[in-house]
């Protein structure tokens, strides 16, 4: 009767730790969803902004366009009435 008994309890036991070992692995499989969503929701983050700074350099590249047209603009119109155009430093006042 002893050996039977213990035959049962080492299979109850068996079949807790089985269990114990299942319900962590559960558990172990739920942390790597959890993980996974949470770096799927950032590189959701980091393309949105890559987005927003893309539009912002699109912005700055068009004001940079419209001032360099308006610098041709103005030169063409400088030529037109006949005012020299400088390059360099200007010359300073009071020197020979």
């Given at each position: 009767?002893?050996?039977?008994?213990?035959?049962?309890?080492?299979?109850?036991?068996?079949?807790?730790?089985?269990?114990?070992?299942?319900e962590?692995a559960?558990?172990?499989?739920?942390?790597?969803?959890?993980?996974?969503a949470?770096?799927?929701?950032?590189?959701?983050?980091?393309?949105?902004?890559?987005?927003?700074?893309?539009?912002?350099?699109?912005?700055?590249?068009?004001?940079?366009?419209?001032?360099?047209?308006?610098?041709?603009?103005?030169?063409?119109e400088?030529?037109?009435s006949?005012?020299?155009?400088?390059?360099?430093?200007?010359?300073?006042?009071?020197?020979?």
């Open positions: 009767f002893d050996s039977v008994c213990t035959s049962f309890c080492q299979a109850d036991e068996e079949d807790d730790h089985s269990d114990l070992a299942l962590a559960k558990s172990r499989r739920k942390v790597c969803q959890a993980q996974k949470l770096a799927d929701c950032t590189l959701e983050h980091h393309m949105v902004l890559v987005d927003l700074y893309r539009r912002r350099v699109e912005a700055a590249n068009m004001r940079l366009l419209t001032a360099d047209l308006n610098v041709g603009c103005m030169h063409i400088r030529k037109k006949g005012i020299p155009t400088f390059v360099g430093s200007s010359p300073r006042r009071g020197t020979a």
